[in-house]
């Protein structure tokens, strides 16, 4: 089963940076479209939303709304994907997991606690 542990959020002011990890077990990053996906805190699972994927070949995709602003990238031999988030607003505000990213992803049931990244000024 996989594992995933997700670091790095914490509070930061509009404009500001972060750098989020997972640690992926259980699966390896350099074969599996692996994505980052966030939660409004109090909101319920169905309105999770994906921000960022790394396919296979290491081509990236993102949700409009964070394009230019985040990056998706991953180191195999640590078998660890990261985001790195540029220019964070408001509504960047979440919870954010990471998991493998699929047509359904919707319903993947096992999610690491994820971390939460909170923007005030």
């Known amino acids: 089963q996989v594992q995933l542990v997700e670091s790095g959020g914490g509070l930061v002011q509009p404009g500001g940076s972060l750098r989020l990890s997972c640690v992926v077990s259980?699966?390896?990053?350099?074969?599996?479209?692996m994505g980052w996906y966030r939660q409004v805190p109090g909101t319920p699972a169905t309105e999770r939303e994906w921000?960022?994927?790394?396919?296979?070949?290491?081509?990236?995709h993102y949700t409009p709304s964070v394009s230019g602003r985040f990056s998706i990238s991953r180191d195999i031999a640590k078998n660890t994907i990261y985001l790195q988030m540029t220019a964070l607003k408001y509504e960047d505000a979440a919870v954010y997991y990471c998991?493998?990213?699929?047509?359904?992803?919707?319903?993947?049931?096992?999610w690491g606690q994820g971390t939460q990244v909170s923007v005030s000024s």
């Open positions: 259980g699966a390896s990053v350099s074969v599996t479209t």
């Open positions: 921000v960022a994927a790394i396919i296979r070949d290491g081509e990236t």
């Open positions: 998991n493998e990213f699929r047509e359904n992803w919707r319903k993947i049931s096992s």
